[in-house]
């Protein structure tokens, strides 16, 4: 099985934290592509140009990083990270914290192509805004559950690449629960062998 990735993606981080959580680190073959510049094997498997892409042991590209995480989920090993009881919570939840990451990433991605003031544009304000908006809401909704889920997943590592890329959003003082749950998620292994870099 082949991941196609890049080292500062949200959202192969999310994909690839999965696939070590599910037991797949040691089949999983990491094959680091380009979105920004011609990739064959990228186009090949996702015409769309972007990653993550996991491509299975039968050859079928899967595209989108939590439709990723389902298959990984489903198909691995372990605790299941959708438990069917509390799934409802745990999709509110990631699907805020994958809002954070759509907000974050293009507020970068906007920022290297265009310049920081494109942050002032109608569109750049509305992505501020939703993190801003965001932030609270998560930190009020998670809750410490016992067992990994994919919610604490997609919220840290949107939390990290917060971190990463947009430090003046200083999230770690206002959200104390946010803090708490980054910190606690950082120390898994899955984390400690995806670092944004
Ligand atoms: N919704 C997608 C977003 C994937 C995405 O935007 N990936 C970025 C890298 S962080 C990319 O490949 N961008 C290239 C492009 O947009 O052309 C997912 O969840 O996987």
Known sequence: MQLLLNRTSP?????????????????????????????????RHNPVRR???????????????LLIALYLNQTGD????????????????????????????TTMITR????????????????????ARILPVLNEDCTSSASLTLADIVIAVALDYLAFRLPEVAWQQ??????????????RRSFAETVFS
Request: zero cysteines; glycine letters at 6%; hydrophobic letters at 45%.
């Open 78 to 105: 372990g605790d299941n990270l959708l438990p069917p009881e509390h799934s409802a919570s745990i999709l509110h939840l990631t699907g805020l914290a994958q809002g954070l990451i759509d907000a974050a990433f």
């Open 112 to 131: 290297k192509h265009h310049g920081k003031e494109i942050d002032d544009s109608v569109l750049g304000q509305r992505r501020l805004q939703a993190i």
């Open 51 to 65: 990653v993550p892409v996991l491509v299975t042991q039968d050859g079928v590209s899967i595209a989108e990083s």
């Open 11 to 43: 959202y192969a981080r999310v994909a690839r934290v999965v696939a070590i959580e599910k037991g797949y680190a040691d089949k999983l073959v990491l094959v680091w592509s380009d979105p920004w510049n011609e990739d064959a094997h990228l186009l």
């Open 174 to 187: 206002q959200y104390p629960a946010l803090a708490e749950l980054h910190a606690r998620m950082l120390q």
